[in-house]
């Protein structure tokens, strides 16, 4: 990985313990950020949902991304052509195209994340119950370590919302780790994240 | 499938809506029902549980088992040589053992299922929010049917339990199906349910 700025680990704070973090290890996967899911008109509000839900996690989610594109980590989205322009990807980043809800499953995903040699991923995206927790099951039982950025997920129901993240936190972190955008920032980038984090706290 | 009595096909009773089974596509899945996750002195107890949430789930699971095995309907237990007494597998039953909380990766299911023209699920196990959703996530993502019975999964945290169910039938069953003991004993063996259900009611 080129990690052009930054240190190469951190410690990220989060439930329920803090997680030290080799960035040249980590991915940041981002989750159907797409425009079907998040904007009026589209197939998320076709299905009678109220995708103003959904609008929160937009700031954060760019706020790491950017910070991750800084120092050079690498960047998955899952969704295809159809992400939102906040969060589009560049053309060196990798783009999951899922049939399912899962990202793991009958995709590329696992390859990918092998050839870099991840071993931990920062995830977000929408919805917090569906495919992020799919997602990260699916990631807990292949070995990864997944630190779930509370602030950069969102659900049409605060209540799965709220549920879904407590799930993977519980029992010690039975799937993995729940963190906020603001936490990674401060671990990516020390020196800079005060600024950076202005609208991005849970 | 060796249908030795009861109707081929029935109608469950379900949220978000009944659905309708072939019994012969159909296979009974029991999660975890082992003595670890149970019983007093077992891994579960030591993580700090209180086993004493997850034995409501045991007797709808025998009643449903026993209906399934007079039909001769796959069935098919996910946990290896420590299931608990109630529900040991007889030896034509497929046992799976697995590595993580979900039950198809990296296991034989998926080859099992297809082998035997297996479309649909009635799942119910321990616990509701761990493996039995994660194997719900994972076999939606696979095109199967899933049934998920509520009161043959429990889970250590009843909060959890309701939670996990909604999950599933939530946006018109975005997962799958979520119905009961009684009601798949009165779709599997319409004339013999109203003394089989004794005690397996929600």
């Known amino acids: 990985m ?4 930054g240190p190469l680990t951190g410690t990220v704070a989060a439930e ?3 997680i030290a973090l080799d960035f040249a290890a980590t ?3 981002i989750i159907d950020m797409q425009r079907d899911f998040m904007e009026p008109g589209g197939f998320g509000e076709t299905l009678g949902n109220d995708v103003s839900q959904l609008a929160r996690a937009v700031k954060p989610i760019a ?3 950017e910070a991750a594109r800084d120092i050079g980590m690498l960047v998955v989205h899952k969704a295809g052509h159809d992400i939102i322009p906040e969060l589009y990807p560049l053309d060196n980043e990798v783009v999951i195209d899922k049939p399912g809800k899962g990202a793991f499953y009958a995709t590329e995903l696992g390859d990918v994340l092998q050839q870099y040699g991840i071993e931990n991923l920062l995830v977000c995206g929408v919805t917090t119950e569906v495919c992020v927790n799919t997602t990260v099951r699916e990631a807990n039982d292949r070995g990864y370590r997944c630190v779930v950025l509370a602030d950069g997920c969102a659900s049409y129901f605060p209540e799965f919302h709220e549920m ?3 799930m993977i936190k ?3 972190g039975i799937f993995g780790w729940v963190s906020d955008s603001a936490a990674v920032l401060r671990a990516i980038s020390p020196e ?3 600024s950076a984090v202005a609208g991005a706290s849970r």
């Open 2 to 5: 080129a990690n052009t700025k």
């Open 16 to 18: 329920p313990e803090p």
């Open 27 to 29: 991915a940041l996967l």
């Open 63 to 65: 706020a790491v991304l």
């Open 164 to 166: 879904g993240l407590k």
């Open 170 to 172: 519980a029992q010690g």
């Open 192 to 194: 800079t994240s005060k």
